[in-house]
């Protein structure tokens, strides 16, 4: 791992050098060579080797105890004795930087202890008992999970399984991929020498695997600098570009974001608000990617403000303070304190415009809150410190009760996926999302989706697996396909089937844009061969549906006794033991005449005899089977409304349908054209001879001219 690392004084790609938040000490190898070459320092006192670290560390623990990291020095430099980078440093420099990079964090003493070791196990001689010996069962948990990081191949062929093993490790204590984060940032900051190719493949895994992962655990700090890390290797012109960009901006008189931050202290010490307000410069990617989306960029764009206070509530009197005395832009609000991120980021963004246009934008949140965004889950000190009886020490697994929840789900994804390339395949569509949207359920809670994300996949977030019952969805009170491609803030509610055997369409994959959907649905078709092997026009013949019809309901479910369909319906099949299922493209209800076919599965379908489905299925050869209508009267229907456009139409509509004692099982309705309204409701009807009063009562709301069945 760290082996390959190289001297950072040798030529290579340039550290970007832009300031970002409080500017990070680097340490200076060839002193802590130096230090390591004079060995450990006497016993009652720290060893100038890591007197840097320590101080970091007690900036963030004034009380930390810190003779377990002094015993760890000690045991990995005399471990580490005789061996060397590349560069020709003592080699006890890589783990003494990583540790300080995790000090600066804010990580807590038995993460850095393990940091320190993290390399002596698959190293040298020292073994995890020995760890655990001296150390105690914490660390070793934490130094084991980082050595089977280490022997993670990422070579194409080995990447599904392999990666799969790193993230249960990863999910089992999250520090473990903290010290492997802060590894790959050392080690990146310091590859001047490799030869060119190598720079790129390992920029090519830290870009596609690390740096989404970093972004993931909300550790800002390690995904910013490694971001521009990888931008300089892989992209070395549009890197000199945005670096002269910067240099240019930095060369001009008067700064704007540092006129607006001065406004915006004068603003709050009028107010009587406790604050602190900094400029934040961009880092290198983040302009970069400004500059495409805006084109020529102007000084404001190279920053932006970042106001500190003490209380949630502050936050919000700061908004309010801006918005009363500056110029906001409206559209540029969003509260993620009231509705965290993903990764547990917290604060209010917002931006005020200058007299001269320019656009500032300002981050409000608490000291807390900033220390979170910077470092995210290391900045959650000790999340396992449970009592004892809580920990599952039996089997590996942790109490973790502070874990993303992002994390939570891609653990339960990996057991669900039926193989690896299917997890592998899900996850790297997955780690691509860069923006999560929030949507509200009836009840009030929250559902977080990624953008794209649709009612197939808030189904899957809110149900698991009984999703595969959902047969539609209200967004924003209006009846929507499962299709439906979700907003950021819109309020869904799912309506879910009552058929114990309802089963997903494989259309849905083509709708599902999270893991837990697909792999759900992926996991039920290779359960059901049978159907995962029916191409999609044939499993909408199969659901009753013509070719250009989504999402059409099931008919009832079949008696597993008699070839008839169940749930009250009045079609009987010469065929034992079928499952019969209503068309819905024509819904035929008694008396029409009807033709039944054999689709896949042992399914039968039952369309009436003038649909245009028949005749397809007639020329494709689908063997014909006998049907006659029983003796029960129950029976699904699909009527059109044709109506002028009004107030409440829906409603009235709807109600007079329910008045009938008629379940609706779907409802469309196309957008009004001309003042005329179409509606499109398929029924449950208990009885069949209830059909026309049903279309006489429709019929009689005010503005709705026609009624009549669908046409096949």
Known sequence: MSADATNPAAPGPVVPAAPRRRSRPRLDLRRLGRAALLGPAARDRMPDAIGHMAEAHRAHFPDADLEPLRRAYVLAESSHRGQMRKSGEPYITHPLA???????????????????????????????????EQFGAEVRYLVDGVTKLEKVDYGAAAEPETFRKMLVATGNDVRVMSIKL???????????????EKQARIAKVTRDVLIPLAERLGVQALKTELEDLVFAILHPEEYAHTRELIAENAARPGDPLTEVAEQVRG????????????VRPRHFVSVHRVSRKRGRLRGSDFGRL??????????????????????????EFKDFIAVPKFNLYQSLHTAVARDDGQVVEVLIRTHQMHKVAEAGVVALGNP???????????DGERVDPTRPGWLSRLLDWQEAAPDPDTFWSTLREDLAQDREITVFRPDGGTLGLPDGATCVDAAYAQYGEDAHACIGARVNGRLATLSTVLRDGDTVQLLMGQDPASEPSREWLEHAHTPAARIAIQRWLTAHPAAADVPPEAEREARGAS???????????????????GAGSAVVVDRPHATVRLAGCCTPVPPDRVAAFAVRGGVVTVHRVECAAV??????GRPEVGVRWGDTTACRVTL????????????????????EGVEIVSATVAPPAQQRVHHTYTLQLPDAARLPALMRAMRGVPGVYDVSRAQP
């Open 306 to 331: 970042l106001v500190l206070v003490n209380e949630d509530a502050d936050c919000y009197g700061v908004l309010g303070e801006l918005h009363t005395c500056m110029t906001p832009v409206v559209s």
């Open 384 to 394: 396992y410190a449970a009592p004892a009886e809580e920990q599952s020490a039996g």
């Open 615 to 620: 005749e397809r299925m007639k020329g494709a």
């Open 182 to 196: 802060a590894d790959r940032l050392h080690n990146m900051r310091t590859l001047g020498v490799m030869r060119p």
């Open 547 to 565: 070719p250009d019809t989504a999402d059409a309901p099931d008919g009832p479910g079949a008696d597993a006794h008699g070839g008839r369909s």
């Open 98 to 132: 990583v540790t300080l990079i995790l000090a600066e964090l804010g990580a807590e003493t038995t993460t850095l202890t393990a940091s320190l070791l993290h390399d002596t196990v698959e190293d040298t001689d020292v073994t995890l008992d020995q760890v655990g």
């Open 640 to 659: 059109l409304a044709e109506s002028f456009g009004r107030p409440h139409l829906l409603a009235d509509l709807t109600e007079a349908i329910a008045l």
């Open 267 to 278: 603003v709050l010490r009028e107010a009587d608000i406790t604050a602190e307000v900094l």
